[in-house]
């Protein structure tokens, strides 16, 4: 049987390009802003503030739970949703990471 091409990428490779795929949408990229900018769990009803179904929402949502970007709790008939701390810093530090590595002297390149 032949390798999956997960399979010969690393293991960085591959969380770096999954959370990357999650978050890779405009949708969620706003839901993430949302959840930020209330510095807290979010409770309430995203699709009032982003001017989306319900249905969108909940499926954006559920991919960037998935990937781990985010966390959910339930608090009676709601869910609540937050940033997954240690998730997000190590995206965080993957991108600076990656991005950093790019040293690139101006006159050098082409």
């Known amino acids: 049987m032949g390798l999956t091409k997960t399979e010969i990428f690393s293991d960085k490779q591959n969380q770096l390009a999954t959370a990357l795929k999650a978050i890779a949408h405009p949708a969620r990229i706003a839901i993430l802003q949302q959840i930020i900018a209330a510095k807290a769990c979010i409770c309430g009803d995203l699709a009032l503030e982003l001017g989306l179904a319900q249905a969108t929402i909940s499926q954006h949502l559920k991919e960037l739970k998935t990937a781990g970007i985010i966390k959910g709790t339930i608090e009676g008939v709601s869910v609540c949703y937050c940033i997954n701390d ?19 002297d101006a006159k050098s390149c082409c």
């Not at 993957?94 to 590595?101: D, E, G, H, N, R």
């Open 86 to 104: 240690e998730v997000w810093n190590t995206l965080s530090k993957q991108l600076s990471s990656f991005f950093a590595s790019n040293e690139i």
